[in-house]
Nanobody, 115 residues
Framework: QVQLVESGGGLVQPGGSLRLSCTASRITFSVYTMGWYRQVPGKERELVARISATGSTNFADSVKGRCTISRDNAKNTVNLQMNSLKPEDTAVYYC?????????WGQGTQVTVSS
């Protein structure tokens, strides 16, 4: 079955950086819009950033200027580079693959921003 495997989460101090990676298998990766979402307990999952099949990007207002998203179709990988991290960025981050007919989610990776 389709798998999205995230990596790169962890504990980081405020102002620090993290790079999240997601590797997909068993999908035609290049045609999917790939995204990163995040969720904290008691709140809805929210979009952080996404990149379309053509390379256009969208970012949540809360992370604009602090995050970049990129994809490597040869490696079936999407990366989220997060800089100047804030405590409010603490959440479980999920990789998402959105196609015309199907949407897939990874298991999530915890990001904790704390001193």
């Amino acid at each position: 079955q389709v798998q999205l495997v995230e990596s790169g989460g962890g504990l980081v101090q405020p102002g620090g950086s993290l790079r999240l990676s997601c590797t997909a298998s068993r999908i035609t990766f290049s045609v999917y819009t790939m995204g990163w979402y995040r969720q904290v307990p008691g709140k809805e999952r929210e979009l952080v950033a996404r990149i379309s099949a053509t390379g256009s990007t969208n970012f949540a207002d809360s992370v604009k200027g602090r995050c970049t998203i990129s994809r490597d179709n040869a490696k079936n990988t999407v990366n989220l580079q997060m800089n100047s991290l804030k405590p409010e960025d603490t959440a479980v981050y999920y990789c998402n693959a959105a196609g015309l007919r199907n949407t897939y989610w990874g298991q999530g990776t915890q990001v904790t921003v704390s001193s």
